[in-house]
């Protein structure tokens, strides 16, 4: 079986979503986890997570969603935490012009991980143009369980093991089966410090909706890890489903 430690369910029309239910589980997917950018993302996350047993929920800002009442949202993500959650998520880092204040990022960065660390729960986070300071937040925090992982990582393999040496898995998506780098990474890394994701949203630019990338394609990312490291396909579901449960909160 295999679990997709990243999606964006809520982001999907509600029409939609029975069909790539199905198709996952037809694929072998045991636990899809639905992410939060949003507060309204993080709260369909839950409604998700109580409707459909295999969907469990993630709430978070987006460093790239934050708007001028983010500190406000930042309580509300806090009241959310009364609700069943897995994980704290879609919570980190993107420096690109159009981003928001690096300040307002790294201050919303850090109060989420808190909330995670006081509900016992851990975090996937993102990084985007900002691996270094990324690593120098996460240092200054001390989990006593699983903390997590690195969500659609693009890095390179000192990257990846700098975020292994502080305890996170490594998250690989489809970008595996294209780049070169991830490849090198993906080879050079134990097995037992990767999962694996879809980064599942609508790609309305995808003219064929056939090819949309979905919860049931984190499959495919495990058939190139397996690939890879020249192992069994059974053996990458077996290790990374394991690996993912070392955190998720059921």
Do not use: C
């Not at 986070?125 to 691996?131: G, L, V």
């Not at 694996?196 to 309305?204: A, G, L």
């Amino acid at each position: 079986m295999f679990i997709d430690i990243h999606t964006h369910l809520p982001q999907y029309d509600d029409e939609e979503l029975s069909g790539i239910v199905s198709r996952w589980r037809s694929n072998n997917v045991k636990f899809v986890v639905s992410t939060g950018t949003t507060i309204e993302d993080s709260r369909k996350s839950i409604s998700l997570s109580n409707k459909y047993y295999d969907v469990l929920s993630g709430i978070g800002l987006h460093p790239s969603d934050l708007t001028s009442e983010w500190k406000k949202d930042l309580q509300e993500i806090k009241k959310l935490t009364n609700n069943k959650i897995s994980m704290i998520s879609e919570i980190g880092l993107d420096y690109q012009e159009s981003s928001p204040k690096k300040v307002e990022q790294i201050e919303a960065f850090e109060f989420q991980i808190q909330i995670a660390l006081d509900n016992n729960l851990p975090i996937v986070f993102h990084t985007r143009n900002a691996m270094e300071d990324t690593y120098e937040i996460l240092k200054n925090f001390s989990f006593t369980y699983a903390p997590g992982a690195i969500h659609y990582f693009d890095g390179n393999y000192d990257q990846a093991k700098n975020m292994i040496n502080l305890g996170y898995k490594i998250s690989f998506a489809k970008t595996l089966l294209r780049y070169d780098h991830l490849k090198e990474v993906a080879k050079k890394l134990s097995l037992k410090d990767m999962v694996i994701e879809t980064d599942s949203y609508p790609q309305h630019f995808k003219k064929n909706r056939e090819r949309w990338t979905e919860p049931k394609d984190v499959k495919l990312v495990a058939e190139e890890i397996s690939k890879i490291k020249k192992i069994k396909l059974d053996d990458v579901a077996q290790i990374t489903t394991s690996n993912s449960l070392s955190f998720i909160k059921i």
